[in-house]
T-cell receptor, first 112, second 116 residues
């Protein structure tokens, strides 16, 4: 079946540090891949997505590249801010399917 | 364009009572999805509905849980005879259609159910 594996948190960084949150997946076919962000007490917001191999999704300084050969979709940001503190979820949606399969989430804490 | 609306935001029920969670999709969206987030876990798919049709309920518990999306009005997730294990955040998402290459599921703020 489909599954998503994320690095465990919490990840604690100083402001302006480089961020990487690893995400790997197992899926049949050619899934679309997503990163969602959840701020405390709120719902999920789509951060970025990629729908085919080698696509790069980007938004608000975050980016992730769909790597089919390594079945990965790692999230990166060059310089994090305190306001980036949140839980980040990697997810996939199988082509032709109708449900998102989520990883367990990675909590990011950015300190001054 | 208003986002996905869910109400109530917080719901407290005693064991054995019924919980009714409501979701109004974004304007123009005809596909609704419900997910459950247990404490310290990721979201798990429950059910996918279109107007007046349940398309995929493979993630729904076999008993006590039901969902509908009537022709008029919001989608409803109903939990009968709640138990403490039902305590979770329930998220609704909507999309304009179900195309793998163009659709995105937009999430509401969630309903946090607490069963006493």
């Amino acid at each position: 079946g489909n599954s998503v594996t994320q690095m465990e948190g919490p990840v604690t960084l100083s402001e302006e540090a480089f961020l990487t949150i690893n995400c790997t997946y197992t899926a049949t076919g050619y899934p679309s891949l997503f990163w969602y962000v959840q701020y405390p007490g709120e719902g999920l917001q789509l951060l970025l997505k990629a729908t085919k191999a080698d696509d790069k999704g980007s938004n608000k300084g975050f980016e992730a590249t769909y790597r089919k050969e390594t079945t990965s979709f790692h999230l990166e940001k060059g310089s994090v801010q305190v306001s980036d503190s949140a839980v980040y979820f990697c997810a996939l949606k199988r082509g032709g399917g109708n449900k998102l399969t989520f990883g367990t989430g990675t909590q990011l804490k950015v300190e001054l | 364009n208003a986002g996905v609306m869910q109400n109530p935001r917080h719901l407290v029920r005693r064991r054995g009572q019924e919980a009714r969670l409501r979701c109004s999709p974004m304007k123009g969206h005809s596909h609704v999805y419900w997910y459950r987030q247990l404490p310290e876990e990721g979201l798990k798919f429950m059910v996918y509905l279109q107007k007046e049709n349940i398309i995929d309920e493979s993630g729904m518990p076999k008993e006590r849980f039901s969902a509908e999306f009537p022709k008029e009005g919001p989608s409803i997730l109903r939990i009968q005879q709640v138990v403490r294990g039902d305590s979770a955040a329930y998220f609704c998402a909507s999309s304009p259609r179900n195309d793998a290459y163009t659709d995105t599921q937009y999430f509401g703020p969630g309903t946090r159910l607490t069963v006493l």
